[in-house]
Nanobody, 122 residues
Framework: QVHLVESGGGLVQAGGSLRLSCAAS????????MGWFRQAPGKEREFVAT????????YYTDSVKGRFTISRDNAKNTVYLQMNSLKSEDTAVYYC???????????????WGQGTQVTVSS
């Protein structure tokens, strides 16, 4: 079992930045790929970014490429999502998830955090 806790969300103006963190405890964190997903009000949950267990492979959804960066520190059991040039359409609850491989599909992930709210004001 892996327990995930997100932090770092908040209210920011358009064009600003936030860094989300996801701290993991339980089973070996470094053995899992980690992903970030988000869900806006009235919309389905969508993939944002994922990183392989080694950090050597990353994927992003097109709408965040060049603005968001996913990274991980296996020594700290933490994965990050650096979000720059934020837009109002980035407003959502952001979830981190852990699974056996880096995937854009949420059904590939076994463990989920509780989410953190990101609100971007225009």
């Amino acid at each position: 079992q892996v327990h995930l806790v997100e932090s770092g969300g908040g209210l920011v103006q358009a064009g600003g930045s936030l860094r989300l963190s996801c701290a993991a405890s339980g089973r070996t964190f470094s053995g899992y790929a980690m992903g970030w997903f988000r869900q806006a009000p009235g919309k389905e949950r969508e993939f944002v970014a994922t990183i392989s267990w080694s950090g050597g492979t990353t994927y992003y959804t097109d709408s965040v490429k060049g603005r968001f960066t996913i990274s991980r520190d296996n020594a700290k059991n933490t994965v990050y999502l650096q979000m720059n040039s934020l837009k109002s359409e980035d407003t959502a609850v952001y979830y981190c998830a852990g699974g056996p491989w880096a995937s854009r599909q949420d059904e590939s992930y076994r463990y989920w955090g509780q989410g953190t709210q990101v609100t971007v004001s225009s």
